[in-house]
């Protein structure tokens, strides 16, 4: 069974449509890049997938696991192993993020009917996913994001997948405002959890970021609706190319493809 | 609506917990308030006549006075001669252990998670219950007498240790300060005393759990902590109060004397009735707090006020000698039409005295909540230092947030810092938190205990708990 997919999606926000007929299948173990330039939709699309209030879906449907995705909430999603990276991780004062970050995962072990990680298994995991991501311990003991730079924000947001699990991850565009040697770090935490169980959606702006992490479909979005797909190399077409001329193709209905 | 502001109206509506009157027999005294009611109240406790004395004082005094209008809260007008200022649990005899003691009583601690028995063996607390206005039954004395710690009734120390009790009443809270302290003075019932001597540390935590129980009964507290040369001293103060209709007046009295080179840390968590969702009913918690420091001394509020439907409250420190400390760590949260109008007073008059304050208001539902606070330095209080931090957060749109801080400095050497911040839960945090499978309830309650940290950390561990628990009872509510 697919992962995911997405049929024919449309959504707004504040009556204008933003998103207008997205058709998506991602299959456990694959990374799909979603690429597009500015306003094209790609944060709404990560936004609707985790279920995210201020957008209203107009029609078609999102299946996760076969369950109906837009039926849930947002923390019954997230239970269901969905995860969104956030572009902008949300500041959290006064809260420990070790403290958090348990309370998340006992709080989707809940959800999955398993028992809740007491203090010593959830340290020893802890550690271990520091490990395997090459994180500083000293990051846990801090409010969440509170007073943390933009690398060390997308880092805690890799760290907080490791710890999670999830088995569909949306990085929503992980690789804005990192220099090149955090964009290394985020890269290898992701690739560190690439499995034949998981799903990536990786969304960028850049070709850059997926030098690190190698997708096996790139999709293009523009206008709300996916108007190329192909595989990594169409990465580098954009590269060489930029979105120019995709711009004058996107409303034709054939190039749009699953 | 978003999710956001539906989880804040469901937390805004979330009621009292903690609502159920015991059935226990009072014995009450003609309601109103004359200079018999007074002559009564004092003759019921067989006081000494200069106690007798003090109190008419008190109530001539307070005949020249009118209620403050000055705080930032409404209330019906209170008819003064329309409450009952004596109500005591009648006890058959005098009580030589707990198991002497109204069940009915015991059950009811038992509800609130303090049964007496169970303080006494498992956590080593001495508590000084107070059933009204009598206290019932104090615990751990002989423990403590050994140390020479006197902890009993109010009363009981006026009988066993009068010295102390004359010379130490009013002279931090005088009887002539302010309206409900002066009311308190003329028809004070019962409260704790303690005296802690010279360099003795007290080896455990007091604590003294307030309930208001008899309806129509305002409850006159007054409570008299020493601490001699050297000494220390923590004391927890904690309650919970049963479902009303009648508004309930509460004007409580505590001084603090903290002599040379001591310390005092008084604690308290305040969990009455705060009136129902409309604001019907609920407490009025009108009390004086004030702590005086001598030299080297230290003096610590760390409060948790949940309750009550009008706060006015100030637990202030006066610096008096040189080196002297003072420490105001406050969380109130407002919920419903709770108001609260608290804050602290520091007033510097040794030199190199040092305060310092916390203060976090929460406000829910059409809660209003004020932080008024004083830091006064006196022209003699050459390298005074103080520093204040007042945050507010405010949760939904409908409620409010007020601080008035008044910075009144008379030293060029002084050093005063003031800051403050407001915020708002905001919706990308619920949904960031929900995104990572934590519920909008849990998310709540998460970031207000962060926002709270400051404070709890001041808090004795069990009491932290304690505190954390009841913010959470506080803001609960069923979220969809």
């Known amino acids: 069974m697919a992962l995911l997919e997405i049929e024919n999606l449309h959504a707004e926000v504040g009556g204008k449509e933003i998103l207008r007929g997205i058709n998506l299948i991602v299959n456990p173990g694959e990374v799909h890049a979603i690429m597009g330039p500015n306003g094209s939709g790609k944060s709404t699309l990560a936004g609707v997938l985790a279920g995210r209030e ?45 403290y958090f970050l348990r309370s998340a995962l006992n709080s989707v072990r809940k959800y999955r009917g398993q028992e809740p990680l007491d203090g010593v298994e959830f340290l020893k995991l802890v550690r271990e996913k520091l490990n395997i991501l090459h994180i500083d311990r000293e990051l846990m003991t801090r409010p969440v994001n509170h007073g943390f730079s933009g690398g060390e924000k997308k880092r805690n947001e890799i760290f907080q997948m490791a710890v999670l699990e999830p088995q569909l991850a949306i990085l929503d565009e992980t690789d804005s405002g990192l220099d090149i040697d955090a964009l290394r770090v985020v890269a290898d935490g992701v690739n560190a959890l690439r499995s034949p169980e998981r799903g990536f959606v990786v969304i960028t702006h850049y070709q850059r970021l997926l030098d690190y992490i190698v997708p096996d479909f790139v999709h293009v979005l523009s206008q709300g609706r996916i108007v190329q797909s192909g595989g990594k190399e169409l990465a580098l077409e954009l590269e060489a190319k930029g979105y120019g001329w995709l711009e004058t193709d996107a409303a034709k209905p054939e190039l749009v493809t699953a | 609506m978003t999710t956001a502001e539906s989880t804040l109206e469901e937390i805004a509506r979330q009621d009292y917990k903690y609502g159920f009157v015991t059935d226990i027999e009072s014995e009450t005294i003609p309601m109103g308030l004359s200079e018999d009611i007074v002559r009564l109240i004092s003759s019921k406790k067989s006081e000494p006549e200069w106690l007798l004395e003090w109190r008419l004082k008190a109530y001539r005094h307070w005949l020249t006075l009118t209620e403050p209008q ?130 003795v540390r007290c080896p455990m935590e007091l604590s003294t759990y307030f309930r208001i129980n008899a309806a129509n009964t305002g409850q006159f507290e007054r409570t008299l902590l020493i601490a001699d040369e050297g000494g220390y001293v923590s004391y927890l103060e904690g309650c ?71 706060t006015w409250k100030y637990p202030s420190c006066i610096l008096q000698g040189d080196n002297a400390v003072g420490e105001f760590y406050s969380v109130a949260l407002t919920n419903h039409r709770q108001q609260a109008d608290t804050g602290t007073k520091m007033i510097h008059i040794g030199k190199n005295t040092r305060s310092t304050i916390v203060s976090k208001g929460i406000s829910a539902g059409h809660g209003q909540n004020t932080y008024r606070g004083l830091v006064r330095i ?47 839960i905001g919706e990308d945090q619920i949904f ?5 499978g934590i519920s909008a309830e849990d998310a709540v309650n998460m970031i207000v205990n962060g926002f709270c940290k400051e404070v709890f950390r001041e808090l004795p561990m069990e009491f932290a708990v304690e505190a954390q628990k009841l913010l959470g009872v506080s803001l609960e509510g069923s979220v969809g």
């Open chain 1, 54 to 98: 201020a957008y209203s879906i107009t029609e078609g449907a999102v299946r996760f696991k076969g369950k109906d995705l837009l039926d849930l909430e947002p923390e019954e999603r997230a239970g269901e192993g969905v995860f969104l990276a956030f572009q902008y991780p949300v500041e959290l004062p006064g809260v420990n993020n070790q």
């Open chain 2, 70 to 199: 000055w705080p930032n809260v409404t209330y019906p007008k209170i008819d003064y001669q329309a409450l009952y200022y004596y109500s005591a649990p009648k006890a058959k005899k005098v009580l030589n252990s707990l198991d002497e003691v109204d069940p009915e009583l015991l059950a009811t601690f038992e509800k609130l998670g303090i049964s007496l028995a169970e303080q006494q063996r498992l956590t080593g607390v001495a508590v000084d219950a107070v059933f009204d206005s009598v206290s019932v039954t104090t615990t751990f004395k002989g423990k403590l007498a050994e140390l020479g710690i006197v902890f009993c009734s109010f009363s009981e120390a006026v009988h066993e240790h009068p010295e102390l009790v004359r010379q130490y009443l009013g002279s931090v809270v005088p009887y002539s300060d302010n309206y409900y302290a002066t009311l308190n003075s003329a028809v004070f019932s019962d409260g704790s005393f303690c005296y802690i001597p010279k360099g």
């Open chain 2, 240 to 310: 919970t109060a049963p479902m009303r209709d009648e508004n309930q007046l509460h004007a409580a009295v505590v001084e603090l004397v903290a002599l040379k080179g001591s310390t005092i840390k008084y604690s308290t968590v305040q969990n009455w009735y705060p009136g129902d969702k409309d604001g019907k009913g609920g407490i009025y918690n009108f009390v004086t707090k004030r702590g005086k420091a001598m030299e080297n001394a230290k003096i610590t509020w760390t409060q948790v006020e949940t309750g009550s439907a009008i």
């Open chain 2, 378 to 424: 006196n022209a003699g209080a050459d390298g005074a230092r103080n520093y204040s931090q007042c945050d507010s957060m405010l949760l939904g749109d409908r409620c409010g947030a007020h601080t008035f801080p008044y910075i009144d400095v008379r030293n060029p050497t002084a050093q005063v810092e003031h800051e403050a911040s407001t915020s708002k």
């Open chain 2, 432 to 436: 960031y938190c929900k995104q990572r």
